[in-house]
Structure formats: C-alpha cells, structure tokens
C-alpha cells in the first residue's frame, strides 16, 4: 500500500483527494494535515465525513517525508508547498503539488503573471508538468509533479491536436470557458454568496487570468513555435464542471470526420478522453468523473475549428487528475481507483 | 460473480442500479433491459455512458431468469414486474422489485390507495418489505424483496425508535418531507420543465401521495398497533435528496440525550444510520452515498419531537438500498459496494 | 410627494426598498443610508444600480427626521434603528423599521429570545405590529410601524383564520418553513457560499427561531388565549420565497369548502391575500410580488388542517409589506406601487 | 389609451408581454389570444396570475385587428403569425412580430436557414427590423416591426459600434452565447426536464442556429459589407439571461478608453445601453430590466477586442423590446412602461 500525506484537507481538492484516495485499492490515506484547522476532526469542517474517525494534523514537512510515500500539497500558489518539497526529495518521496507553484517552466513567465518571484527556483526545473495524456513517460519518472490548474488541462487536450497535425493557424485560437463555481474555492466572497452567484453568469479576469499562460506554454509545445492565444473565465452558476468552447481558424477547408479521427488516434492511448460523438458535451456527463470529453466541430461558412471540450474541474481539473499522475509514478494502472461513471442525474 | 439483470435501464433508478453494480466488486451485469428503447447502446439515451459498448435489449422473462441470478425491476407500479416474478420463482431466481406492487402486505391498502388490484396477489404475500435496518433476517433468506419507496425509508427510519421505546403519542406523527426533483422521474412533464421548477418550491398529493400507506404500514409495527400520520410530499429545486422533518409529541418531558443514545442502539447494527450530532443534517451531506442522516431534536415549549434525516433518494431511496438488499439476500457484506463519500461540494 | 430616506441601503431589504420606492408614484427617495458604505455611489456596491447617480450617507438622525416624511430603518435587531427614533418622533415623522426591535409588545419575551433588553423600552409600546391584514386601522394612525418578519407573515396569516372561527385545537399548530436564501441576508457566510448551499436542503434553528415568538404572539390574539407553536425554518436552494407548510388538529370534521369560503370572507379587504384553489402555492408564483398565497386543504384521515402559504420574502416578507404599511400610514390606496405580476418564469 | 392584442398567451413572450404591458400606463389589453388554450382563464395555465379574470380566446384575425390598434404575435417562426397581417394592414392597425418570419430582409437566406419559403414574401419588404439602438427613426414610420432575436440584441449592439468606427477586421468576429433556459421556451422537451438540465452548461446548434444571419444582416450593415460570424449558443443552468463574449480583432493597438467613449457617444441616445465601467456584465444585473449592459476589453497581447453584453432574453431579448419599438410607433416615450429595476438578488 502506498502511504499517502494530503496537506490543506480543508480545501474542496483537498477533500476530493479524500475522497478519492479512500477508496484507492493500493493507497492508504496516512495523513491528512490542515493549517486551519489543526486537530479538527474531519466531520467538524466537513459534515460529511463525521462517520470518519479521522483529525487534521499540523503537517511538520520532515514528519510528512518519513511517514509517506506521496504528499499531495493541496496548497495556495506562492511558496504553501515549498517547505514540503526539500524534505520529500531527500527521502526520495514523491510530491504532487496541486498549486500553480511548479507548473510553468520559464520562470520569468511565473513572475509576470503572479507578481512574485518563484519560491523554489531550482526544485522548479526538477518539476514535470502532470498531464498524463501529454507527457505519460516523464511523469511516470517523475519525483515532482505539477498538477494541471482546472481550466488549463480543458483547453489543452482541446486544441492540442489541431496544433500537433498543423491544422489550424497558430496564434487564432480563443478559448471561452465556463467554470463551476467550486473551482473559485471555498473561502467566502461576496460574488460567491449563494444568493449574488445564484441565476447569473459572468465573465471575470479578461485577459489576464493566471491559468493562460499555462495553457500556451503547452500548446506552444504542440505548435513548435511559441504562441499566445485569447482566454476567458466565466463563473456558471452550478457547482462543478468546466465547459470550454475553443474556437481557432482552420488552415484550409477541412474533412471534419478524419480530424476526428486524428483526435482518436492521438488519445489512442489515454483512457480519460472520450472523443464525442453524437452528442455534444454536457458538464453534466463528466461529472463525479476523471473524464475529459472532447467534440471537434467545424463552420464552414468562417472555416473555423469550434471544438467543445467537458471536464469535472475537482477531478480531471483537479484531485483525480492528481491521483492519475500517483498511479504512473508508482507504475500502478493509470485508472486505478479512477473510473468513476457520472453521478447522473 | 453474481449475474444481474436489469429491468428499466432507462429510469433514473435503472441507470443508477447501472452505476452502482458496475462497480460492485460480485456483480457481473448480464442483461440491461429497455422497452421503450430496445436495441439502444446506453449511449444514445445517456451520453453520459457512451463509452459502454453495451445495448438494452427487449427483456424475455425466462431468458432473463435463465441468464440472471438477480434481476432489479426498475419499473413502473402497476404490474410492469409481474412477467418476471413467476419464471424467477420457478427458476430459484431472486428479485428485487423497485415498483410500488409487492411493499404493502394488505392488498386492500394497495388497492385504495393505488386505484386496481394488486396484479399479482398471491405471489404479494412472499414478498419480503426490503428495509435492511428493519427486516434484515427476512430479507436475508427472501428471494423476492419489495424495494421501499424513497421518501419511505427518510420516514420509517427517522420515527421507528420514537414508537418502539414508547416515546410518543402514536398517533401524533406529522411528516413534511422536501425532495428533489429526480424523485419524480425521467418522464418529461410541464412542471418538471427547468424554467417552470427551478428557483421555486411547493407541495403536492397533499394528503394523498402513495408512500403514505409504506410508511403506516411499518411504524404501525413499531407502535405495535395501527396508526396513521400526515405526509406532505414537497419538490424542491435541487436534483437529488430528501430531508423528512417529522413532528410527533412527546409523551412526557424527555432528556434529549437519553433519545440520542436509544438512537444509537437502535441502529447498531445499521451501518448505513449516521445519527447526526453537532451538524443538522443537509442533502448534500448524503448525496451520492447510501447514507440515512438522523438529527434528533426536542422542542421544550411544546413538548415535540422534531426528527430531522436526509438520504439520497436515487441510492439510499431507491438503488443502493437495492443493491443492500442484494449483498444481504446473497450472504454478501451489507456495505459491499456502496461504501461511498459524498460528492462534495 | 412623500420624502422617504432609507437606513440601511447596502442590505437585501435596503436594496429592495429603493426598487420598490423608485417607482411609487407617491414617494420621492431623499436619502439612502449606510453606515458600511457611506459616500458611495450604488453601483460601487450594487452593480445593477450604476445608472444611478445616487451616493449613500452616513445618516444623522436629526438630518434625516428633517429631510423626511417617513424614514425605513432597514437595520439590524438590537438596537441600530433606536437613534432614528425619538428625533423622527419629536418632529411627527414616521418610522417603518424593518428590524425586530419593536414587533414583540411583551419586552420579556423579548429579552428571552433575544438575549438582551430592548433598547427603547419606552417607545416600544407605541409601535404597532405592521401585518395590514390584522392591523390595518392601527397601522393608518401610527407613526411607528413594527415591520413583521419574513416567516412570520407566512405562517400568521396561513393560520389565523383557523383560530379566529375556532376552528382547531389552540395548541396543534406546527410551521414547517422553507426560505429563499436571500432571507439569511448579504453578510457572506460559510454555509451560504454558492458550492455550499446550491443543491441542498437543511433545517436550522429547529425549536429555537426567533420569529417564533412573533408568530405566537399574534396567533394568541386570534386563539383568544396565549398559544404555542412550533416553528422549524429550512434553507432551501434558491433565492427568494418562502413556503409554510402549517398543520393543526381540527376540532372535528370539516367541510373544507365552507372553511375556504371562510378563509376568503376573513380576507375580503385584503388586496395581497389569494386563497388559492385549482393549484397549490408555489413560490415562484408570488416571487417578485407583494402577494400571499394561501391554500387550505384537510388531511381528512388523521383530521388535521394542512395550509401552504407562499409569499416573496424580500417583498411581502420584507419591503413590500412596509410599503404597504406606509401606503396605509399616509392614507394611500393600500395597493399603490405593488401592484407587481410575478416575474414568471 | 392604445388598445393591445396579444397572440400566444400561454408561451413564455407571451406571458411576459402581458406583465409588461398591464402595468403600461397608455396600454390597455384588449385581448388575450391562444389557440392551444382557448377559452382558458390565464390562472388555468398560468397560475401566477389567477387573480385575473381573464380568459385566452381564439383570435380571429380580423376581429382582432377591428379591436386593436397593435397586435402583438408571440408565435412560432413559419407562417404562424401571417393571418394576423393583411387585416392589420387594410386596416391601418400596427403588427409587432415576435417570430423570426419578417426578420430576415434577403428572403433567400431565410430559405437558406430555415429551410421553407417565407410565406409573407411581399410584405416582408415592409417589414423594419426592430432595434431601436439601430433603427429608430424607420420603427418610427412603421406598420409591421419585425422584433429580434434574444440572441441577436446581445451580439449586434456589443459588436456594431467596433465596425461602425472600423477599428476590427471585419471578419474577424466570434461571438460566445450563454442562454438561460427559458429561451428555449415553454413547450417540455428531454433536455429541459429539471433533473437534465439543472447543473449543467452544454453548446448546441454550433455552426448553425438560425440568429447567426439576423446577426450577420445588421452587423453588415455597420461594415458596410456582408460580413460572415462565428456563433455559439450554449444552455446554462439559469433561467433568464444572455451573456454574450464577442471576440474580434483589432486593427491595430488601440487605446481602451478611446473605445469606451466611442461606445458611450454611439449609444448616447439609447436609453437602454449601459457601458459597463467599473463592473463586468452579470445576467443577473439586468435580470427583469429592459437594459443591456455592455463592457468593452482589450487583450493587448492578442490585439483581440473582448466585448461582453448582458440582457434579458425575456425583456429586451423578446418582450420588452416589442413594447420599446410599439412606444417608439405610437410616439410614446420610449422608455415608457419599461424602466424597471433588476430584481436583485
């Protein structure tokens, strides 16, 4: 069994990890450490869980590293994780950060959008970027995991293809994405109170949301060059799901049935995408679920890509995706404890 | 492996079964069975389980009891079960029904409160009322279970202890139940339509909603006599969950701790029963598990009792109680299966 | 024109008064209040007010009771409406304060419930409870209007004519309440933020709400003798309305026609009172108007009374029933500037 | 007073123009009309407004326009509201289409979209298209007004002003829809059943919904060039509301704020226009209002316009855009009967 640490069990990802891992036939969940609530039990901020037996500990980093083979850091961007890392390395234990701390490579990048210097420059380069459907073989040897943010891995998996077989233009593609409003987190706003969130939607950090970045470092990877796109967030009002609608301008009037078939074949071997057909994406129909689905569309009238893709943001965008990557470092099956149907309706 | 069939795949209920018992570590699901969409892949009618390649099919009773161990009845009340009951029985087969037709052992009742005679009166009598918190030694050796209704089990379960310790005025019981809206149904109806449902709530079958007859039926046993209550069914504008606020007065003065404690006893042996303590229940709480939620109240100034529970309608209200019935009727674990955590948030 | 200043302008009431107000064709708004937010203009905290030129102050009582005919203290209990009181009294101005401070006549009780003496135990007695259907000739002399609660108007005029016709036992009553979330106000809270509250049904407060009191003080009026109830509210997923489920013991078979031809007399000249018959309430109906819903039904098996009422709690609850009460206050038809249809669907 | 027919009372338009119009201080309904609800009273269908005595009848045409000086016809696109027009015509009364039959000028792509002849081919040339921000003086001068789309409002008024001034390549333009549900109207479909819908957000008709030419028409115009557009509608778990994210390509590097005042002065004489500063457009802001709210962005890295516009697709994406054009033709105040404050929250 895999002894697993969760750090910040208080957050919805740290809770989903919970979640999750608890059913995890090879894991055993050996920690869970909260800052918030230290030696809460978990059904005190969690009702929920009051059947579980379980308290939030003060996480000491040099305790976490000896008692677990994994620690999921559950964490704030800006240095949460950073105190967990040095530790863990030294006893070769494996990290899987869910922060934006370790996801961008060219550190100059993280320094212009999040207005601070990275905390670990050199751990960072260590760093593997934890989208298994791009990058299985890396992450498989991978100590450090950069765990995806929520909208990032919708868009990515989205427009990846287009840019790999040279369909589309570089620098057309917008992506206008809808999120749940679980992926704003649990701390109380104003804009997040039941009855102001309730009935409306809205855009929010237009052209300047953290997640895109992210999104053209990997896309720039596929297009072979670098290249920038076009992002906007939108809070929906229902709880989980993201729905991203990206659109980019084909190179040359396209055969939409053999671009599908080439998104096929390129998540050939990546269990969690589903390539919809006949039916459009719905959040509705990947949630409670670690899958991505992906509907590739095209206008013919403006010869544009319009490709629809649905993720539950807590699980693909999030904790499941976290427990995907644990599976592929650990050489365990990359579905293992994941392949959850849809809690519908 | 056990091979189960299911009847009604396109329900909520069957879909749910289908959820659930693909995971069940001793079920192999053999059959799916649709009338009114045979020959379908699953995905056709739920997007959502478009990557089983598996179709429904025009159920033939004796195949099916040939084929199958177990077979679910997810259909309609009103004799849609009965066809499968008789070939089950000559076979040794079990079933567990979710209709309405098989739960009220006085077919007088039935047939008062649903209008027609019970179409299969002599084979009503061997069926076993499949309550597993209440019945659990018949439901072990039963081979035909009639699954409880949803708001049923929230009732029974929430006032059993309170008449069986000899608490309360017997017949003192009121129960305004809250459930949300996949209670009612795939079938489309203008209330049901989303613009119409969402943002309001409002009660209906004032007085005369079916459920009411199950629920004397087994608090009667509890009280030792025949008793009625008030029930107030409600729609409330969420997809899954109900919350029973039940009201009964209290014999004499009580120490609520004392009740707290008998709570307990009483459902030792229940591991489904979380009797809430320092939370009051919320749907939310259960959604997605087969938990029951009991929060016991008092209300000093008027000497009542207000016992609030709250299940998941579609698991612990319907499928997953199922499935509970099966693991026992199979000399299986109780939980197997459905040991599951809340999707929160 | 009636000069009106509202105290308050950032709460759900405040905001609503000034929707409300801006349209009456008898009232000019001359200030809005806040202490929270004092200076600015309010579509800095209300968006959909930008076009509004209009910047909330930090209200002087004495500047206010100059400036206005009738000033709406839309505060919190405990105090915060007190110094707009004797100034506005000295210079034969009128008070509506939405706050609970002057609805109990009993200032024990008060103190019970509240856990504090009340602030102006004097001019307490002059207040009159504003419910315009029991109270209208009182209201039109007042100058000092106790607005009623949310729940309380609900459950007071749903079971006020049982007890005035004598109808059922004094002591069966039982108030079943779901609310919108809007009736547990703006000040963001963890169980009111969006992930938490969407999706999900909870009691709270069970035997122990405040408006308890209240309701119980006016339905002793009806019963001719002091009577107890119990009241148990729920926060129900969405954002306006409240539904009260009240159940009472009739004294002996009813011919329910005769008891809503009855229920129609007593509310004859009451303009905002709908006994509905050919549906049951739905708080959709009644959302975005000043109406009650009313519905009577007899559970004739266990003899009890079952009345839904509906009514908007920002409106009816709230606003609109202090509109009312100042329409009445300065001898205005009763209905002038609340004549709204439901804003449906 | 103008005397008002309405045709289709029991669709959702309908519905709404009757609330609108009822409180119009120069209206007075002369009749109610429907063909699927004749001789109803509207509490039957609509029971929000069962304190009307008022019974839907079987509009004949030409009784119909011997009775009204302007009939509305809230009716399905394909001919529905044809029978109403040549009456009207002879006798000199004024029509206010809802329908998409009139809205198309070049009646080819009518036939192109909607795959059928128009069935009024001639007098579809009479026909002004019913924006008011655009057409003001020809709605004015005319008989038949042709009233947009809900989708269209959205994305021509936040797109015409950048092609107006010229500052976008014109083919450049995108736009991302998100719809409450009640666009989809009244009638009950399986992806508008409650338990379907609720809590998810899904595209559909990509490519081809049929406000993509009306869209086209009128932002051509501001081109001065038939442009082509990108257009996405998606359902969200709402019921009123249109956000719409319209993407474009500037010229050359622009400066915001120049753009800002560009829009404020091209809609300086349209009442209904708000330029969002300071605040992003949120459906629930001009929920029940007869606004659209539009903010204006730039993605300097990108050289993309990002333009976001709000509005109620029930007001002024249908209904209360048919009562701001009728003002507009009987010489009204334009604003009149419709200067509603959002219901908020």
Not at 79 to 88: L, T
Request: aromatic share 8%; net charge negative; glycine share 8%.
């Amino acid at each position: 069994m895999i002894k697993a640490g969760i750090v910040g069990i208080t957050g919805y990802a740290g809770v989903e990890l919970f979640r999750i891992l608890t059913k995890h036939p090879e894991v055993e969940i050996a920690v869970v450490g909260s800052q918030s609530s230290t030696g809460e039990k978990l059904g005190t901020f969690y009702p929920h869980l009051s059947n579980f037996d379980i308290s939030s500990v003060n996480t000491d980093p040099n305790e976490l590293a000896k008692t677990c083979d994994v620690i999921f850091t559950a964490t704030p961007h800006g240095g949460a994780s950073a105190p967990y890392i040095e530790p863990a390395k030294k006893l070769g234990k494996k990290i899987i950060d869910l922060s934006a701390d370790f996801r961008l490579t060219n550190l100059a990048v993280y320094e212009e959008w999040y207005k601070e210097k990275n905390h670990c420059p050199d751990i960072a380069k260590e760093a593997v970027y934890g989208l298994p459907e791009l990058h299985k073989d890396n992450i498989k040897k991978a100590w450090l995991v950069a765990n995806p943010g929520c909208y990032t891995t919708a868009s990515i998996l989205a427009n990846y293809p287009l840019l790999h077989y040279g369909l589309i233009e570089e620098d057309s593609i917008i992506v206008d994405a809808k999120s749940g409003v679980s992926g704003a987190g649990r701390k109380i706003k104003q804009n997040l109170h039941y009855s102001e969130m309730e009935g409306g939607i809205s855009a929010y950090s237009i052209a300047s949301h953290r997640h895109t970045p992210e999104i053209e470092q990997e896309l720039s990877i596929a297009a072979g060059k670098e290249i920038k796109i076009t992002f906007t967030p939108h809070l929906t009002p229902m709880i989980r799901g993201i729905l991203a609608t990206s659109y980019s301008t084909a190179k040359k009037e396209v055969d939409l049935s053999k671009i599908v078939e080439m998104y096929k074949d390129f998540y050939k071997d990546s269990p969690f995408v589903r390539i919809a057909e006949g039916y459009l994406p719905c959040t509705k129909f990947t949630s409670g679920t670690n899958y991505i689905d992906i509907s590739v569309n095209f206008d013919r009238r403006t010869r544009r890509m319009v490709v629809v893709s649905s993720l539950d943001n807590m699980i693909k965008g999030a904790s499941g995706q976290a427990v995907q990557n644990m599976n592929l470092m650990f050489g365990l099956e990359e579905t293992l404890g994941l392949d959850f149907i849809a809690l519908y309706p």
